[in-house]
């Protein structure tokens, strides 16, 4: 069992910078493929990038490419969100997400636990 819980999020202006953080509980953190997804009003939740146990490999939805960087460190059991250069349509909840064994899905239904999410709103 993984607990995740989100931290991080907030009310800034158009092209400022916000750091999320996921912090897990349970054992076996470095096991997991771990991610974040977000979901705007109305919308589906989507995928927003992921990272291997490692951390070495990446991925990214393509509106996020060159603006925000996953991160992890296994020594806190700790997961990241960098997120730069944020534009309106990136106002979203934002998801942690886990996910047992594997590589990276974009697909939220491979993810075995998800945190509460947290709040990110930006402002034109």
């Known amino acids: 069992q993984v607990q995740l819980v989100e931290s991080g999020g907030g009310l800034v202006q158009a092209g400022d910078s916000l750091r999320l953080s996921c912090a897990a509980s349970?054992?076996?953190?470095?096991?997991?493929?771990m991610g974040w997804f977000r979901q705007a009003p109305g919308k589906e939740r989507e995928f927003v990038a992921s990272?291997?146990?490692?951390?070495?490999?990446?991925y990214y939805t393509d509106s996020v490419k060159g603006r925000f960087t996953i991160s992890r460190d296994n020594a806190k059991n700790t997961v990241y969100l960098q997120m730069n250069s944020l534009k309106p349509g990136d106002t979203a909840v934002y998801y942690c997400?886990?996910?047992?064994?594997?590589?990276?899905?974009?697909?939220?239904?491979?993810?075995?636990?998800w945190g509460q999410g947290t709040q990110v709103t930006v402002s034109s």
């Open positions: 990272v291997n146990w490692s951390g070495f490999n990446t």
């Open positions: 349970g054992r076996s953190f470095s096991m997991y493929v």
């Open positions: 997400a886990a996910r047992r064994g594997g590589s990276y899905s974009l697909a939220s239904a491979d993810y075995d636990y």
